[in-house]
């Protein structure tokens, strides 16, 4: 560290959005296998609340965000392949090395196998709102669900930043079917969705939207009712694929129903792939800005706000009245 200082939000102590304030903190500086960031854009999600409340194992004080994209500002010993001035993205969610994200700044510290290039011209806002969402999406449905032509996807919590992104991506894979679930309004899915469905009927519609009443892929970032009712009607070799608990309620899975029902259930944290297989995650970071870039992930462009509105973003999200996604600009 020196004694450069930036703007920040950030919190002192574990708390709610209000405690979310802006304020000067030391510029950090990238250590071997780092690069140094000047943050354009920090993308904000579900996941930052958590990490704002103190949902996680992590310390104070915490400056939430785990995406950004800038320009680099430093490169650290041993890396290669980037330079001072060069556009880049990158995931901050490296807790296995430590404890990292650090966003919602002017100046962030990315391991570079958690960053890659932007190609000059391309909409930072729109990279900016796929970085985490586009990787974990990527990694769920080529790394986890293997999906194919034949899958009928069900995507759960389809209005979300998450939920939207993956049912974009699946639909580029592509699946035979993308069917969205969303929880009151059904305007507000993305277009990739072949068929949009409102929680409270989501089993009576599977009857109706499929020729069984089943399908072979769940993406679920949310959990509660709506886990339950989408296992029950994964088909044999299934795959349900959990990614979150937006819906605060965390309900298990019935190893007999696993078993005698031949379906596969498995989790995916973004975060921990990170520091376990970093190549994983460099591989789906480079693939989520190519596609972006070249139109072919058609991620629609977040709003945006400045950074001294952060805890007003993180209250809407808590209170499922934000946009499916924001970023925040830097001062
Ligand atoms: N696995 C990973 O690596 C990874 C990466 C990113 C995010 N996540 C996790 O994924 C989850 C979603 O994150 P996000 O950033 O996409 O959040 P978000 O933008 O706030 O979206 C949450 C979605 O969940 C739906 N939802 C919330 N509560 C619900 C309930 N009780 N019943 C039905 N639907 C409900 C909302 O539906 P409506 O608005 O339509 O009501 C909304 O579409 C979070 O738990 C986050 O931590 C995990």
Request: hydrophobic letters at 45%; charged letters at 20%; one cysteine or more.
């Amino acid at each position: 560290m020196n004694d450069e200082t930036m703007f920040a939000a950030g919190v002192d102590e574990f708390g709610p959005a209000s405690t979310l304030a802006v304020s000067r903190r030391p510029v950090p500086e990238p250590g071997p296998g780092e690069i140094g960031i000047d943050v354009t854009y920090a993308g904000v999600g579900f996941v930052d609340t958590l990490l704002r409340s103190g949902a996680f194992p992590l310390w104070t004080p915490m400056v939430p965000g785990i995406e950004v994209t800038g320009r680099v500002r430093a490169v650290g010993r041993d890396v290669e392949g980037f330079v001072v001035g060069q556009s880049v993205a990158a995931l901050l969610n490296d807790f296995g090395r430590g404890q990292r994200a650090g966003g919602y700044a002017q100046v962030a510290v990315a391991h570079h196998t958690m960053a890659a290039p932007v190609p000059d011209g391309v909409d930072l806002r729109r990279v900016t709102a796929a970085v985490v969402n586009g990787v974990t999406a990527w990694v769920a449905l080529h790394d986890v669900a293997r999906i194919d032509s034949r899958d009928r996807v069900l995507v759960l919590g389809v209005t979300g930043g998450l939920g939207g992104t993956t049912a974009r991506m699946a639909a580029l894979f592509p699946a035979r079917q993308v069917i969205g679930v969303v929880g009151r309004d059904p305007d507000r899915a993305p277009a990739a969705c072949t068929d949009v469905v409102v929680a409270d009927a989501l089993a009576d519609e599977l009857d109706r939207i499929t020729p069984d009443g089943s399908v072979d892929v769940v993406i679920d970032p949310v959990g509660g009712p709506l886990r339950a009712t989408a296992f029950e009607h994964l088909a044999p070799f299934g795959r349900h694929v959990v990614l979150g608990n937006a819906g605060r309620d965390d309900r298990p899975f019935s190893g007999d129903e696993t078993w005698l029902a031949t379906r596969t259930v498995s989790g995916l944290s973004i975060g921990g792939v990170a520091h376990l297989r970093p190549a994983t995650c460099t591989k789906a970071l480079t693939a989520v800005i190519s596609l972006v870039a070249r139109g072919i992930l058609d991620e629609p462009l977040p709003a945006v706000e400045p950074l001294e509105n952060a805890g007003k973003v993180h209250e809407a999200l808590e209170n499922r009245t934000a946009p499916a996604k924001t970023v925040l600009s830097m001062p």
